[in-house]
């Protein structure tokens, strides 16, 4: 059976992935909020730690951000990787324009299987 997102097929194949991707993030505005779990996590496991920006929350397939968005927000340091180019620059113009861009320690495009050995 294949698998189809935005009438475009579903493949293993890393060119195929990063044009469905960058199809899906360049044609709709994604992502402003993060996963009510993600919060829960931020809040259950650091809400005493001191220094946040000593902890680096890696995303594999960040979209446009707003897990490390959120992460950032509460001080920590951030990394990621993503298929999709238009989703990493609107991740970074959203830190730009909230004075957060600080906290990014790397973000990669690309297939995290081989990216992910670099981090």
Known sequence: M?????????????GTNAQIW???FSQKEWGKYPSENLI????KNFYN??????INIL???LGT???LWFCAKEGFSVSGIEWSKTGVERFKQRLENE??????QEIKIGDYE???DEF
């Open 2 to 14: 294949k698998k189809y997102i935005s009438n475009i097929e579903i493949s293993t194949n890393q």
């Open 22 to 24: 960058e199809n899906i």
């Open 40 to 43: 829960r996590f931020i809040a």
């Open 49 to 54: 730690v001191k220094d946040r920006s000593k």
């Open 59 to 61: 995303e594999l397939g």
């Open 65 to 67: 951000g707003a897990n």
């Open 99 to 104: 004075n957060l861009s600080h906290h990014i």
């Open 114 to 116: 081989q990216k992910l």
